[in-house]
């Protein structure tokens, strides 16, 4: 495991688009971290990365988004309103999972069992001041 201490925002994504780079098609990236720890943030430093043009935001209500203008597919799952493992399988996940795209998951602790386990975590949590982040990172 290795520990990232993440000072701004600015840091974020320089951390954010360095991943988008070592990505390939068929990661899966899991994104542990309570409310405001910044995954969308994040994730939405990596669509930078990924030469993404359009604007990342929550799919809290759609529980998965697709973004295609960028170097390969992203799909952005936020499964914080997901009830159970079954749910989430009900939405195909696998399929996103096996697919020419890179996976971005929020909350995936909830959802852990069902998660490939050749993926990417980063737990993520608040730090001293305001804007710090601990990333705790398996790759
Ligand atoms: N170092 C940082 N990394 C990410 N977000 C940060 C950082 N410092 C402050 N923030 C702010 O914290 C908030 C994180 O919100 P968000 O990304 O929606 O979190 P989450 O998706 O984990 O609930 C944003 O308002 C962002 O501007
Ligand atoms: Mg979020």
């Known amino acids: 495991m290795e520990v990232i201490n993440i000072s701004n925002e600015k840091e974020t994504r320089k951390y954010g688009i360095k991943l988008a780079k ?61 009830e159970n493992e079954e749910e989430f399988f009900d939405i195909g996940a696998d399929e996103y999972f096996y697919g020419n795209g890179v996976c971005i998951v929020e909350w995936a ?14 737990e993520i949590e608040h730090g001293k001041n305001e804007d710090e982040r601990i990333y705790k990172c398996t790759y």
């Open 109 to 122: 602790d909830k959802v852990i069992s069902s998660l490939p386990e050749n993926r990417i975590t980063i």
């Open 22 to 82: 070592m990505l390939k098609p068929g990661d899966v990236v899991a994104l542990i971290g309570d409310l405001g720890t910044g995954k969308t943030t994040l994730t939405k430093y990596v669509a930078e990365g990924l030469g993404i043009k359009e604007n990342v935001n929550s799919p809290t209500f759609t529980i998965v988004k697709e973004y295609r203008s960028g170097r390969m597919p992203l799909f952005h799952f936020d499964v914080y309103r997901i």
